[in-house]
């Protein structure tokens, strides 16, 4: 029920007063209540009434206020009067109170343009779009003609689904109306094309202004920058600088996160040291801009300094520096920064709570995702589509796909991303039999499949050496009208190479109707290792050394194969290879979390507090596995080493010490987790199955392709990774 503004009995800090009334203008004094309660600041002194109270209203600053002011304007009959009227809409918007000045337009009998121009502008002011809209229609069926005033308000409200056809009828009546050469309405003709991404439109409206200020040229360096085209929006600032145009704030927000979005860091710090000449080094978005910009280059200690500079982030801010961490592989400050930001009482967004699921996703602690899940089971974002969708990917990727599909079975809503996710999570796992059911029940239940559903399901086909079904699927994209994209080649070649079809997977990139990239000739050579073709290995190596010379993991896999065959020469000559350009081999390294604490191990590795017990214990195991049979393949080993030292290496991988430290701190029975970075080795491979066995333990390992789950002396993998 709308609040009746006008009070029964007059206030008696007013005095009694006529429109008639001869009266002079009041000295302006702050608008106190001492000064409203004290009648002889006001009694005996003539003023204009006009004056009066446009006085009043310059000087509110609460609904109180308004409320007093209503009931005067009307014991003294000016509520038809547009002028004070107008004033009063407009205060009313400014603090807030949309209805209370809706309520005194709507007492207006015959409202002109500057009153319309007032409420449209409140409406649009509070991002009430529909409303705005709605009142602008009516006003022109009361045959009231917009100005220039007004269509900027209305240009603003034009947003939702019916944006670009709002937006366009309004331009149809800019050009009946004459106002196509107002600055002012043309940029905003520029913001709501923007807005609804036809860049086109936006372009011909800023080409055909004569007059172009620094607003024009911001307005169309925002449309481009914020549609995913920074190059074009660099561009065009580029030619505004020419014209000897000095930007402003506003500028230089979009010009920053285009520079951002090409990560180049050197042309955003100049931008950077001009924000700094300017002095606009506070301004909130300017602010959120530079720390995009360096969280986006990688350089993540800048972007934190420039964040903890700020005493009071708003959640952009915050979202900018959780996102920042998790996408620069900072995972735990990520999830640091997000509790901090909970323990601030500020209330983060679904792009907060999807940046820190990406945190926990790529820190691999299922302990982590246990604690985000229940912030997410607690919290209203528990039905959001999107949400869900990075749990189910999350859960995943820490080892559990048992809480992966218990989120998307409660998931309500499933759209193509949570079925995908879902499918993804499946083939991870090597469960390509379980991916390719939910793809059975996703078309079932209507929902069209998309690239990333395909990459999923060859993905599960791969790992699980179903060589004829991931064929039929790769396929079938072509009845869902999907090009293949090179991860889906790349899965394919992945499919035949590591079932022993090396020519099939030659000839299938040979017919390839893109060039191969990266991916592709990497799967070949990973392929020719595991079957040691030594001409396919170094057929692939050399494209792989043509299109990306820096990746130290091509030059391994190429060693690996020459070692596996015993060509000393080879291995010899690839050392000296890496050597010339400055490469090193990545250490391998593996994790496993006791107690919510992370440890790290590496080959051999004497770091560990506790160091002496896991060697000692690691010995142990390793004759307890001898004495069931495990023998170590020393033609894995890299180096043309004693047979004595190359087992001795192997033996001490860093997944076998984070092993025996998970034995020795855990009780019996409790699953394992380890995390690798990089693929596990055939010897690992085949210790940890059999560790799991005489363990009596399930142990969960994901490397750098995949996860294995070994139990009673088993692996999910079938031993085809």
């Given at each position: ?503 099939r997977a030659y000839d299938f990139i040979k017919k390839m109707p893109i060039k191969p990239g990266v991916s592709v000739w990497g799967a ?195 031993d085809y990774w």
């Amino acid at each position: 029920m709308s609040r009746n503004f006008a009070l029964s009995k007059p206030l008696s800090i007013f005095p009694r007063i006529s429109p008639s009334t001869k009266i002079q203008t009041l000295n302006p004094q702050p608008f106190t209540d001492h000064n409203l309660n004290n009648p002889s600041n006001i009694n005996n002194i003539t003023f204009n009434p006009e004056t009066f109270f446009t006085s009043l209203l310059d000087r509110s600053t609460c609904r109180r206020h308004l409320n007093q002011i209503h009931s005067q304007i009307i014991v003294t009959g000016l509520q038809f009067n547009g002028f004070v009227i107008t004033k009063f809409i407009h205060l009313g918007s400014n603090l807030g109170e949309i209805s209370c000045a809706r309520k005194v337009f709507d007492e207006f009998p015959e409202p002109y343009v500057f009153l319309w121009n007032a409420i449209i502008r409140g409406y649009s002011k509070e991002n009430m779009f529909s409303e705005a809209i709605m009142l602008y229609t009516r006003m022109q069926n009361m045959g009231v003609g917009p100005d220039c005033f007004t269509l900027p308000h209305v240009l603003k409200a034009c947003g939702g689904a019916a944006a670009f056809e709002v937006g366009r009828a309004v331009h149809a009546q800019i050009f009946r109306r004459g106002f196509e050469a107002d600055g002012f309405v043309q940029n905003g003709l520029v913001a709501v094309y923007a807005k609804c991404g036809r860049i086109d439109n936006a372009g011909m409206v800023f080409e055909r202004l004569g007059d172009r200020t620094v607003v024009s040229w911001t307005s169309i360096i925002s449309a481009y920058a914020q549609n995913g085209k920074p190059v074009e929006a660099l561009r065009i600032f580029k030619k505004m600088r020419m014209y000897g145009l000095q930007p402003d704030w506003i500028t230089l927000v979009s010009v920053i996160s285009a520079y951002a979005d090409i990560e180049d860091l050197g042309q955003g710090e100049s931008c950077h040291s001009c924000v700094i000449r300017m002095g606009l080094e506070s301004e909130p978005d300017l602010r959120i801009a530079l720390v995009t910009l360096y969280a986006k280059c990688g350089n993540i200690m800048v972007a934190k300094s420039l964040f903890d500079e700020v005493e009071t982030c708003n959640v952009i801010m915050w979202n900018t520096m959780i996102s920042g961490f998790a996408k620069n592989g900072y995972c735990d400050e990520a999830i640091v920064l997000f509790k901090r930001m909970l323990s601030k009482n500020v209330k983060p967004d679904s792009v907060t709570v999807c940046s820190t699921i990406l945190a926990c996703a790529q820190l691999g602690s299922l302990e982590e995702a246990r604690k985000m899940g229940g912030y997410i089971d607690q919290s209203e974002f528990k039905t959001d589509v999107f949400v869900n969708s990075a749990l189910i990917d999350m859960y995943a990727k820490c080892g559990s796909v048992d809480l992966a599909r218990k989120v998307f079975d409660k998931t309500k809503t499933k759209d193509i991303v949570v079925w995908s996710s879902m499918i993804v999570g499946y083939g991870l796992h090597g469960k390509a039999h379980e991916a390719i059911n939910l793809f059975n029940l996703m078309k079932q239940a209507g929902v069209g499949p998309n690239d990333v559903t395909f990459i999923g399901l060859l993905t599960a086909c791969n790992h699980a050496g179903l060589v004829e079904e991931g064929w039929r699927i790769f396929n079938s994209m072509k009845d869902y009208n999907i090009e293949p994209r090179h991860q889906h080649y790349a899965c394919v070649v992945d499919l035949l190479g590591r079932a022993g079809c090396l020519d099939r997977a030659y000839d299938f990139i040979k017919k390839m109707p893109i060039k191969p990239g990266v991916s592709v000739w990497g799967a070949l050579l990973s392929a020719s290792r595991i079957y040691r073709h030594v001409a396919l290995g170094e057929y692939s190596a050399e494209h792989l050394f043509s299109l990306d010379p820096y990746n130290t993991g091509h030059y391994v896999q190429l060693s690996n194969l020459y070692a596996s065959v015993r060509m000393w020469s080879g291995v010899a000559r690839v050392r000296v290879l890496m050597k010339e350009r400055g490469l090193a081999k990545d250490m391998g390294c593996s994790m496993i979390e006791i107690k919510g604490r992370l440890h790290v191990f590496r080959m051999g590795d004497v770091s560990h507090p506790r160091s002496d017990e896991i060697f000692k214990e690691h010995k142990r195991l390793d004759a307890r596995l001898k004495e069931a049979g495990l023998v170590a393949d020393t033609e894995s080993a890299l180096h043309d080493l004693s047979y004595e030292d190359k087992e001795e290496s192997i033996c001490n991988h860093s997944e076998r010490l984070a092993i025996v430290y998970g034995l020795m701190s855990t009780p019996s029975g409790t699953t394992l987790r380890i995390t690798k970075n990089l693929r596990a080795c055939v010897n690992c491979h085949a210790a940890i199955k059999l560790i799991s066995r005489l363990e009596n333990r399930e142990i969960v390992v994901r490397d750098a392709n995949r996860f294995h789950h070994f139990k009673n002396g088993e692996c999910s993998c079938g031993d085809y990774w």
